[in-house]
């Protein structure tokens, strides 16, 4: 069998792992159009901040390791066409500038995502980047470390992740958020928290200017600065595009392979989409929400993962199905831990769910322990079937272990009530006796009940 994966960085480097170990015998081909493969792009923040030195220690796998394995990579090879009634495709050899045919058994498409670049004047001046390959984390790491000012478009994950980056550099950064908080994907209760943390955190080195958008970015050939829609001017040696994230679909979608609603590419449980022979995985693809099985584009390094086992599993021969997503997802602003899982509160309500949440803060572990934090924990849950949607949970304490107990809870349907009587361990140095988890569960089933 010859099986072809076009992109290889999480879900198509491990689709073609995984399926050589099922199937020794097959003949394995990756293209990617970038130069590296199998890389934690989820690691490039924190090589940008300095958390390491050698950019190779986020690569999980070199090309030759994977030769050595029996699995063929063309790294800089651009595949501009799907041919399904032939089972070709057509690739673009970016180095040498040639065109050829590769015909295929099974395909596998892994495009992944790429960062949204808004329509803003000058956004192609030099010193204006985003964050997506390894080359952008080290051309940006370089620039850092000689700039004094930079200004980031957008606060969501990665801008904030490369906000820590920034001001841990000394570098006084101006974060521009749309939203009237930035981690929009908060509820507004929760991310007001963690703005007011990060304002406050560092002052002297942070500024966040809400409800305002960069409208031009200022310089001649270089950056010197941004215009926003207010009319402010901030001065900038460097900007950071963060804008989100868009699936890339174009050549699947140019084949008549079929998008679903959220505008990734439409796939059964198994990772087929609708024509034979022919897969996909990652952040390209559309996935449903496990406890409610609509649609869900979640473009996460741990469900590409996933993703991509079981779509090599399927290739191969032999059935599993995905079951689905959580949107489970954590991040940390220093010492601030921000965690969620499920649905928000507005995110139920614009699906048409009837909410009732609650919001609690609680210390992480017992009061007389010396490492003792807050954690702030919000639940939401569905009026009707009171079967919890979500949760969110913030803070200096372990707030990312509540979340990660609270999405196993989702995947079993799990009521209030059943939450509330959850057997979570105890012992001082890591929990007070009733669980901040349960005492949110408790409230929340006592409301429910009203």
């Known amino acids: 069998m010859k099986i072809v994966i076009i992109g290889g960085v999480a879900g198509g480097a491990k689709a073609a792992a995984k399926s050589k170990r099922l199937l020794p015998d097959a003949q394995i ?8 493969v199998s890389y934690s792009a989820c690691g490039l923040p924190y090589y940008v901040q300095g958390n390491f030195e050698d950019y190779h220690n986020l690569i999980i796998r070199t090309p030759e390791k994977f030769q050595k394995d029996g699995i063929d990579i063309h790294l800089q090879n651009r595949v501009t066409k799907i041919i399904p009634e032939q089972n070709k495709i057509i690739v673009h050899d970016l180095i040498n ?19 949204v670049m808004p329509d803003i004047k000058g956004i192609h001046l030099k010193n204006v980047f985003k964050l997506r390959t390894l ?4 051309t940006l790491r370089e620039k850092l470390r000689n700039s004094k000012k930079a200004v980031i478009i957008g606060g969501g994950y990665i801008g904030l992740e490369l906000l820590e980056a920034f001001v841990a550099n000394k570098v006084y950064t101006t974060m521009i958020e749309r939203s009237e908080y930035i981690m929009p994907i908060l509820d507004d209760e929760l991310s007001e928290l963690v703005q007011d943390f990060v304002v406050n955190m560092y002052p ?11 409208v031009e970015i200022v310089g001649e050939d270089t950056v010197r600065g941004v215009r926003t829609e207010n009319g402010e001017y901030i001065e ?26 959220t505008g990734a590419i439409k796939v059964n449980s198994r990772m087929q989409t609708n024509i034979k022979n022919i897969y996909a995985c990652g952040d390209c693809c559309e996935n449903v929400y496990s406890m409610t099985g609509t649609p869900a584009w979640i473009p996460l390094g741990s469900n590409a993962n996933k993703e991509g086992r079981c779509a090599a599993i399927n290739i191969c021969g032999e059935v599993e199905d995905f079951e689905g997503v959580l949107g489970s997802a954590v991040t940390k602003y220093f010492g601030l831990t ?17 909410t009732v949440s609650v919001m ?16 702030t924990l919000k639940i939401v849950a569905d009026r009707r079937t009171h079967q919890i949607l979500g949760g969110q949970a913030i803070g200096c304490g372990d707030a990312d272990k509540r ?18 009587g959850a057997d979570i361990t105890y012992a001082p140095p890591f929990s007070t006796s009733i669980d901040p988890l349960i005492s949110a569960a408790r409230l929340l089933d006592e409301k429910l009940k009203k």
């Open 236 to 261: 900038a040696d460097l900007v950071l595009i963060s804008a989100g994230v868009r699936p890339v679909v174009d050549i699947a979608e140019d084949a008549g392979i079929l998008l679903g609603k």
């Open 135 to 138: 080359e952008d984390g080290i």
């Open 97 to 115: 500038d040639i065109e050829f045919e590769v015909e295929y058994d099974k395909l596998l498409i892994s495009t992944g995502a790429t960062p």
């Open 360 to 375: 609690i803060t609680k210390r992480d572990k017992a009061g007389y322990m010396p490492d003792v934090e807050n954690v």
């Open 403 to 420: 979340i990660n107990t609270l999405s196993t809870a989702l995947i079993k349907y799990t009521t209030a009530e059943e939450l509330a």
């Open 29 to 36: 081909d990756v293209y990617t159009q970038d130069t590296h």
């Open 338 to 354: 921000i965690s969620m899982t499920g649905f928000t509160e507005k995110f139920a309500k614009k699906n048409g769910y009837d």
């Open 204 to 214: 002297e080195y942070t500024s966040v200017i809400n409800k305002d958008s960069v």
